[in-house]
C-alpha cells in the first residue's frame, strides 16, 4: 500500500466506501508480491496493481461486490488448463487477494497508518485471513502501542509480540495460531504487512548524473539524500525528487548519520573526485550498508583502490566496493546510468543473474525463502 498512499488516502478522507484490494499470499511465479495492494474508489476510479495487470479486471470486480455489501472476501487466483484465460493469470504463479471494504467507520486506524508511512515511522497491520476468526478483522501495531483486535486477549498478545519482531525485520507475511493464539495450532491465518521506514539511497555528489540517481532511486521507493560540500550545486531546486539535500563534506554527514546506516541503505557515491569520494568511501566501507558503488573510469578506479588501500582500508572491506557503479548496459547518459545502477541495485536484492531473460531457462522469479538475504531495496507495498 505504500506505492498508492496518496491515492488511499483522497479515497478515505471522502468518507465514502471504498475497496482495498490485497495480495495476502503467493505461490510460484507471483507477478506481485505479498503486500501489493490495489485501492477501487466508490466511482469506480482504481489506484494500484495486485498482478501487475494479469487479474486486475476480476479483482475490480470483486471489489465492486465489496463495495455493495460491506463484506470483505478472499479469492485466489490460479491457473489451469481451463481457467488460464478466464482471469488472465498465465504466469503460472497462484495468488491470494483480501478485498476489504474501507471507510473511516471500519477502519478509524487508517489514518495514522498513512501519517506514519509518510513520516518513515514503522507499523504492521495484522488482518485475519483465513481460518475460524472473523474475516478482515484487524490490529494495528506500533512498537510501543497496539490498537484493534483480532478477537481474544491471548491472539492480540501473540500477534503482536510476532508483528514487531516482523516490522523490525521489515517482512511481511502469514503467521499461523491456533484459535486462541496457540502458535503450536495452523488453523487460523493472519496476514502481517510491515511498514518499516523506507530504506535510504544516499547520493554524493551534486551532479546531473546525481539528479537521475535521485530519481530513479524515489521511483524504487528509496529515502533519497543527496550530499554535497558545495552549496551552489546541492540545491533541492536541482534535486526535486530528494527526500533532503545536505550541503556537507560527504565524510562529515556520513560519519554524523554512520549508525543510522543499516543493511538495507544503499550509497551511491558520484563524484569521482578523490578529495571528496576518498574520505567518504573509508567511512561507507567501514558501515553494514547493503550496496556500495562509486563512479569513475578503471583508471579512475584503479587510483581509487591504491588511495584506499595506502589510507588502510582492509582487502575484505575494499571487495564490497561496486566500482564502476552499475551494471553493464551500455548506458551513456545520466539517464540511462542511472537505469544500469538501478539494475545492478535490484540484481543486488534479489540475486538475479544480470543476463538477458531469453538466454536463461527455469523460474523468472524465486521463492521469498530461497532468495538472497541482501535487502538492499525497498519493497513495493
Given at each position: 500500500?505504500?506505492?498508492?498512499?496518496?491515492?488511499?488516502?483522497?479515497?478515505?478522507?471522502?468518507?465514502?466506501?471504498?475497496?482495498?484490494?490485497?495480495?495476502?499470499?503467493?505461490?510460484?511465479?507471483?507477478?506481485?508480491?505479498?503486500?501489493?495492494?490495489?485501492?477501487?474508489?466508490?466511482?469506480?476510479?482504481?489506484a494500484g496493481s495486485v498482478s501487475g495487470g494479469c487479474v486486475e479486471g476480476a479483482v475490480y470486480e470483486l471489489a465492486q461486490e465489496v463495495i455493495a455489501s460491506g463484506r470483505p472476501a478472499r479469492e485466489t487466483y490460479g491457473v489451469s488448463d481451463d481457467d488460464a484465460f478466464a482471469v488472465g493469470l498465465t504466469c503460472g504463479g497462484t495468488l491470494h487477494v483480501l478485498v476489504e471494504p474501507v471507510d473511516p467507520a471500519r477502519y478509524p486506524e487508517l489514518g495514522d497508518v498513512l501519517a506514519a508511512i509518510s513520516g518513515h515511522r514503522p507499523v504492521a497491520v495484522a488482518t485475519i485471513v483465513g481460518g475460524p476468526g472473523p474475516l478482515g478483522a484487524r490490529r494495528v501495531i506500533w512498537p510501543g502501542r497496539a490498537d484493534g483486535g483480532l478477537g481474544g486477549a491471548?491472539?492480540?498478545?501473540?500477534?503482536?509480540?510476532?508483528?514487531?519482531?516482523?516490522?523490525?525485520?521489515?517482512s511481511t507475511?502469514?503467521?499461523?495460531?491456533?484459535?486462541?493464539?496457540?502458535?503450536?495450532?495452523?488453523?487460523?491465518?493472519?496476514?502481517?504487512q510491515?511498514?518499516?521506514?523506507?530504506?535510504?539511497?544516499?547520493?554524493?555528489?551534486?551532479?546531473?548524473?546525481?539528479?537521475?540517481?535521485?530519481?530513479?532511486?524515489?521511483?524504487?521507493?528509496?529515502?533519497?539524500?543527496?550530499?554535497?560540500?558545495?552549496?551552489?550545486?546541492a540545491t533541492p531546486k536541482r534535486f526535486p525528487q530528494a527526500d533532503e539535500v545536505v550541503v556537507k563534506w560527504p565524510h562529515v554527514f556520513l560519519r554524523e548519520i554512520e549508525g543510522q546506516i543499516d543493511e538495507r541503505t544503499a550509497i551511491c557515491v558520484l563524484t569521482h573526485d578523490p578529495k571528496f569520494d576518498v574520505p567518504v568511501l573509508e567511512v561507507a566501507l567501514r558501515t553494514p550498508a547493503g550496496y556500495i558503488g562509486a563512479?569513475?573510469?578503471?583508471?579512475?578506479?584503479?587510483?581509487?583502490?591504491?588511495?584506499?588501500?595506502?589510507?588502510?582500508?582492509?582487502?575484505?572491506?575494499?571487495?564490497?566496493?561496486?566500482?564502476?557503479?552499475?551494471?553493464?548496459?551500455?548506458a551513456r547518459t545520466p539517464e540511462e546510468t542511472a537505469v544500469s545502477i538501478a539494475a545492478e541495485?535490484?540484481?543486488?536484492?534479489?540475486?538475479?543473474?544480470?543476463?538477458?531473460?531469453h538466454a536463461t531457462d527455469g523460474r523468472i522469479h524465486t521463492d521469498p525463502a530461497t532468495r538472497p538475504r541482501i535487502p538492499a531495496g525497498a519493497r513495493r507495498d
Amino acid at each position: 500500500m505504500r506505492d498508492i498512499r496518496s491515492a488511499v488516502a483522497d479515497f478515505y478522507a471522502s468518507g465514502e466506501t471504498f475497496a482495498l484490494a490485497t495480495v495476502v499470499d503467493t505461490y510460484k511465479s507471483s507477478p506481485r508480491d505479498a503486500g501489493a495492494a490495489m485501492a477501487v474508489g466508490a466511482s469506480g476510479e482504481v489506484a494500484g496493481s495486485v498482478s501487475g495487470g494479469c487479474v486486475e479486471g476480476a479483482v475490480y470486480e470483486l471489489a465492486q461486490e465489496v463495495i455493495a455489501s460491506g463484506r470483505p472476501a478472499r479469492e485466489t487466483y490460479g491457473v489451469s488448463d481451463d481457467d488460464a484465460f478466464a482471469v488472465g493469470l498465465t504466469c503460472g504463479g497462484t495468488l491470494h487477494v483480501l478485498v476489504e471494504p474501507v471507510d473511516p467507520a471500519r477502519y478509524p486506524e487508517l489514518g495514522d497508518v498513512l501519517a506514519a508511512i509518510s513520516g518513515h515511522r514503522p507499523v504492521a497491520v495484522a488482518t485475519i485471513v483465513g481460518g475460524p476468526g472473523p474475516l478482515g478483522a484487524r490490529r494495528v501495531i506500533w512498537p510501543g502501542r497496539a490498537d484493534g483486535g483480532l478477537g481474544g486477549a491471548r491472539l492480540d498478545a501473540a500477534v503482536d509480540d510476532d508483528a514487531r519482531g516482523m516490522l523490525a525485520q521489515g517482512s511481511t507475511g502469514i503467521l499461523r495460531y491456533g484459535a486462541d493464539g496457540q502458535r503450536r495450532g495452523d488453523e487460523l491465518e493472519v496476514f502481517v504487512q510491515s511498514f518499516a521506514p523506507a530504506p535510504r539511497m544516499l547520493v554524493f555528489g551534486a551532479i546531473d548524473f546525481a539528479a537521475a540517481v535521485a530519481d530513479i532511486g524515489a521511483y524504487l521507493g528509496y529515502r533519497v539524500t543527496v550530499c554535497d560540500a558545495r552549496p551552489v550545486f546541492a540545491t533541492p531546486k536541482r534535486f526535486p525528487q530528494a527526500d533532503e539535500v545536505v550541503v556537507k563534506w560527504p565524510h562529515v554527514f556520513l560519519r554524523e548519520i554512520e549508525g543510522q546506516i543499516d543493511e538495507r541503505t544503499a550509497i551511491c557515491v558520484l563524484t569521482h573526485d578523490p578529495k571528496f569520494d576518498v574520505p567518504v568511501l573509508e567511512v561507507a566501507l567501514r558501515t553494514p550498508a547493503g550496496y556500495i558503488g562509486a563512479m569513475g573510469s578503471r583508471r579512475t578506479h584503479d587510483d581509487r583502490i591504491a588511495r584506499l588501500i595506502e589510507a588502510g582500508v582492509p582487502e575484505e572491506r575494499l571487495a564490497r566496493l561496486r566500482s564502476p557503479i552499475g551494471l553493464d548496459l551500455g548506458a551513456r547518459t545520466p539517464e540511462e546510468t542511472a537505469v544500469s545502477i538501478a539494475a545492478e541495485l535490484i540484481q543486488t536484492r534479489w540475486g538475479g543473474s544480470g543476463r538477458p531473460l531469453h538466454a536463461t531457462d527455469g523460474r523468472i522469479h524465486t521463492d521469498p525463502a530461497t532468495r538472497p538475504r541482501i535487502p538492499a531495496g525497498a519493497r513495493r507495498d
